[in-house]
């Protein structure tokens, strides 16, 4: 279905176009892009309450700065709907988030207009600074650098560490904060309270508003009265707010807070800004889903809702003839529940996903035991470690992806310590549409070579359990690592009373008769299921074995496995380089064994986005691909088999 753009909108290919109009358009072309969002993301999908918000601060800019060569940096990215839009990809926009289609972020080889790569929050400042600092030093004084962050990915230790290194470094960078309330969840925490104390205090705002017009008075007679109304105005923030101001502390010019979604306003400031030199931050404040009531109202529930009913609301879900398994996330967060009501040691944790990981649950039923940190991973891990030293056992859920962000964590602070700090690692494999800045390609090569680190992963619903269970015992008291997949597992009558698994054990789906075995970790040993199905009505019996855990390996049943079967194929949905089929090939050369291994996995290169089995299919290891490697495995032995009998 084509989606039709305003008149305005029509004719914008690029932000060349936008500046062609007059400003008091830039309302309407606020209300076309606004439209052009809902009704494509209805049809299509894809991140939707972020990019209605900051509609009018997208189109303000592309209309005052002169982009690319204005460098313009979103933080993650989930709010660059517009923005793509206004550059040129709006006849591309229903891929959005597609397999082989656009990204669902800001990806320089998309796009000039895209100036930094993202998909992971609060990068935006450090980045646009290193900009800002590349062009003094090529002596492009007069090009504008700016980073918009939202108040949560604010947050971050990055953001700060970006901002106290900017306040000294004197370039011309302006940092926007725009202001909701919300990352995916509400945000928590001082800064938060911080930047609601600003915003509602009518005192402030109401003299900040007579000291601006004062300013405009004088910025007819020079510089000097503008750098005494300067100090004036700074003095007025700290006296008015009862506090000193925590931008201007670090040497930023700090402006607001202002309307977020009244664009000429918008545009009329950021003019102003741009003559201003060295760091400034401009705070505008602005309502997640914008113009769209349901986005507004309940903003988690919208920040991806899906395809829905753009008019009466209603969010499209299939409704299945009979009961479906539910999603690993949600499995983790009711028996986190139920575990923490035998054990009273087990708290929560995790950074700023409770809804993504369902640890939301656990924080409504025992909300002193459950912590979100906010956008912190790192130290949401170095908090578990604190917990842990007192004796209590903390799941310290975060994606794959973003524990990337706290791997000295992981090892300084947990692993050294050998602290019984239990890691569950959701989003493990391929991530699906959010592409390759959200993959967790690379947990089981990072965490396999730290030291007292356990790893596994689960096959099915059952298995989360009774891992997280095991986890939790006195006898495994140090780091453990469980990783599980986006989306659903394979078991509707999940709830099985939980047990405990010994460590370092694999299980037997299938003895094959066969000459080839097929070794398996997590839930990708779901597709090899359907593999072996097919391949025995081939005539080829396959085996099959659920290793379970990648450390430690389960050495007994790999001694079987290679004393019995002629050839191998590993398969994990994980990066090759040092994954589970590599510790596999280890246990090899460790014990001598010589055989044909194939191993199926994510390979070394960027995988970019699709669904997750569209991209099991590209990388070889969906079901039709696992069934042909066995296929050619078997080849190479009955080869092997001819050759010797010819010798």
Not at 87 to 116: C, I, M, V, W
Not at 131 to 155: L, P
Not at 466 to 492: C, D, K, Q, S
Request: net charge negative; proline share 5%.
């Amino acid at each position: 279905m084509i989606v039709e753009p305003g008149p305005l909108l029509a004719a914008i290919n690029s932000p060349a176009d936008l500046k062609d109009l007059r400003e008091d358009q830039l309302v309407q072309v606020s209300q076309e892009l606004r439209q052009y969002i809902i009704d494509t993301v209805s049809i299509y999908g894809g991140h939707f309450g972020a990019s209605l918000g900051v509609v009018e601060l997208t189109v303000a800019l592309h209309y005052v700065f002169n982009t690319p060569y204005d460098q313009l940096v979103w933080d993650v990215g989930h709010q660059a709907y517009g923005h793509k839009i206004l550059t040129g990809r709006r006849n591309q926009f229903h891929t959005n988030r597609k397999y082989q289609g656009l990204s669902g972020f800001p990806k320089r080889s998309e796009s000039e207009y895209d100036a930094f790569g993202v998909g992971h929050s609060s990068t935006s400042i450090g980045a646009a600074l290193g900009m800002a600092v590349a062009s003094d030093y090529k002596g492009e004084f007069e090009r504008q650098h700016i980073a918009v962050i939202g108040d949560g990915a604010m947050t971050a230790g990055m953001a700060f560490e970006a901002l106290n290194h900017a306040g000294v470094a004197n370039t011309n960078l302006l940092v926007i904060l725009n202001d909701n309330c919300m990352s995916i969840d509400p945000n928590v925490g001082a800064l938060k309270e911080y930047l609601t104390d600003i915003t509602t205090s009518r005192t402030y705002n109401r003299v900040r508003d007579e000291l601006w017009n004062v300013l405009g008075k004088l910025s007819k007679f020079g510089p000097n009265p503008q750098a005494i109304a300067s100090k004036v105005e700074s003095a007025m923030k700290a006296t008015l707010m009862k506090q000193s101001n925590l931008f201007e502390s670090l040497k930023f010019r700090y402006f607001g807070p202002v309307d977020g979604h009244d664009v000429q306003h918008l545009a009329a400031i950021l003019k102003d800004l741009k003559s201003i030199p060295g760091p400034k931050l401009l705070h505008c404040v602005t309502t997640k889903g914008k113009g769209y009531a349901l986005a507004e109202k309940d903003q988690t529930l919208w920040h991806a809702p899906g395809l829905f009913d753009k008019i009466t609301g209603e969010i499209y879900k299939k409704t299945p003839d009979k009961p479906q398994p539910p999603k690993y996330q949600d499995v983790f967060g009711h028996t986190m529940v139920e575990l923490a009501e035998q054990n009273p040691k087990i708290m929560g944790v995790t950074p700023a996903m409770p809804s993504g990981c369902s640890l939301n649950i656990m924080m409504k039923a025992m909300p002193d035991r459950a912590f979100d940190v906010g956008i912190a991973e790192q130290h949401a891990v170095t908090f578990s470690a604190g917990l842990a030293t007192q004796g209590l056992v903390p799941f310290c859920n975060i994606y794959s992806s973003f524990m990337q962000r706290a791997y000295d964590q992981v090892i300084h602070d947990v692993a050294l310590q050998n602290l019984h700090v239990v890691f569950c690692l959701d989003r493990a494999g391929f991530a699906g549409a959010d592409g390759a800045t959200h993959h967790g390609a690379y947990d089981l090569a990072y965490m396999r070579c730290v030291p007292n680190m356990v790893i596994a992963s689960p096959m099915n619903e059952e298995e989360l359990r009774n891992l997280m269970y095991t986890a939790t015992l006195p006898e495994n008291a140090g780091p453990f690592t469980i990783r599980y997949p986006r989306g659903e597992g394979v078991m509707p009558e999940w709830r099985k009373p939980l047990q405990r698994v010994a460590v370092g054990t694999g299980r037997t789906v299938r003895e094959g008769q066969g000459d080839v075995a097929i070794l398996t970790l997590g839930h990708i040993g779901n597709y090899a299921v359907r593999a072996t199905q097919q391949l025995l009505t081939e005539g080829l019996d396959t085996g099959h074995y659920d290793l379970r855990f990648c450390k430690p390996l389960d050495e007994e049943l790999l001694h079987q496995v290679f004393s019995r079967y002629k050839a191998v194929v590993t398969v994990e949905d994980g990066c090759l380089p040092g994954g589970f089929g590599a510790a596999v090939l280890e246990f090899m050369a460790d014990h001598g064994y010589s055989l044909p291994v194939k191993r199926l996995g994510i390979p070394d290169r960027v995988v970019e986005h699709g669904s997750q089995d569209e991209l099991y299919k590209e990388c070889g290891y969906d079901a039709a691909g696992i069934a042909q490697a066995v296929r050619d495995m078997q080849a190479k032995v009955t080869d092997a088999r001819t050759s010797k009998l010819l010798r």
